[in-house]
T-cell receptor, first 119, second 115 residues
Framework: AQKVTQAQTEISVVEKEDVTLDCVYE???????LFWYKQPPSGELVFLIRRNSFDEQNEISGRYSWNFQKSTSSFNFTITASQVVDSAVYFCALSEAGNYGGATNKLIFGTGTLLAVQP | NAGVTQTPKFRILKIGQSMTLQCTQDMNHNYMYWYRQDPGMGLKLIYYSVGAGITDKGEVPNGYNVSRSTTEDFPLRLELAAPSQTSVYFC??????????????FGAGSRLTVL
């Protein structure tokens, strides 16, 4: 069965601290995609990154970086030098490419991690 | 382009009332989805559609109905509202079923309270 686990319910840091959000996933498929979304207090969902199962290279985008490790089924997200504007709920999600049937682009979400960055 | 538009943004219902959450997209996307987000929880898929006239259940379909008569519209119907349906509802669309080709476009959400 497919599952995404975000064990950290809430994290509180002080501005300029680095913070890592954990994501562990389960899937039967050999081809799948992993995502991170940000949900700020305004409530909309903001797409941050998509990663496919064949690309384990770490990715960096400004203060954001992602570490994908298939050996541990993890796709962790690090914010360097956090800022108050980073305060949000962050969701990790999984979508299977349909090795066992047609792909439908359905997302399976984790329960989210609420990040509070204090000034 | 407006993207994915959901109406209403907020609604309060009494137990047993019915209502329809509207979702419209102007991107000519074939795939559309309804998710619900309960407090402290991730989003769960209610129903999805791979094209006009074709719908299928997601993880939590009970208490809801959908239809897809046009490519643009994917309304979600609550027939007998219950307090357990208090949630934020998100509609999304995608031009294809491949997660490698397309990222879902989400609407702004509709907050529903059932009292």
């Amino acid at each position: 069965a497919q599952k995404v686990t975000q064990a950290q319910t809430e994290i509180s840091v002080v501005e300029k601290e680095d913070v890592t959000l954990d994501c562990v996933y389960e899937t039967r498929d050999t081809t799948y995609y992993l995502f991170w979304y940000k949900q700020p207090p305004s409530g909309e969902l903001v797409f941050l990154i998509r990663r496919n199962s064949f690309d384990e290279q770490n990715e960096i985008s400004g203060r954001y970086s992602w570490n994908f490790q298939k050996s541990t089924s993890s796709f962790n997200f690090t914010i360097t030098a956090s800022q108050v504007v980073d305060s949000a709920v962050y969701f990790c999600a999984l979508s299977e490419a349909g090795n066992y049937g047609g792909a439908t682009n359905k997302l399976i979400f984790g329960t989210g991690t609420l990040l509070a960055v204090q000034p | 382009n407006a993207g994915v538009t959901q109406t209403p943004k907020f609604r309060i219902l009494k137990i047993g009332q019915s209502m329809t959450l509207q979702c419209t997209q102007d991107m000519n996307h074939n795939y559309m989805y309804w998710y619900r987000q309960d407090p402290g929880m991730g989003l769960k898929l209610i129903y999805y559609s791979v094209g006009a006239g074709i719908t299928d259940k997601g993880e939590v379909p009970n208490g809801y109905n959908v239809s897809r008569s046009t490519t643009e519209d994917f309304p979600l119907r609550l027939e007998l509202a219950a307090p357990s349906q208090t949630s934020v509802y998100f509609c999304a669309s995608s031009s294809s079923g491949s997660p490698g080709a397309n990222v879902l476009t989400f609407g702004a959400g509709s907050r529903l309270t059932v009292l």
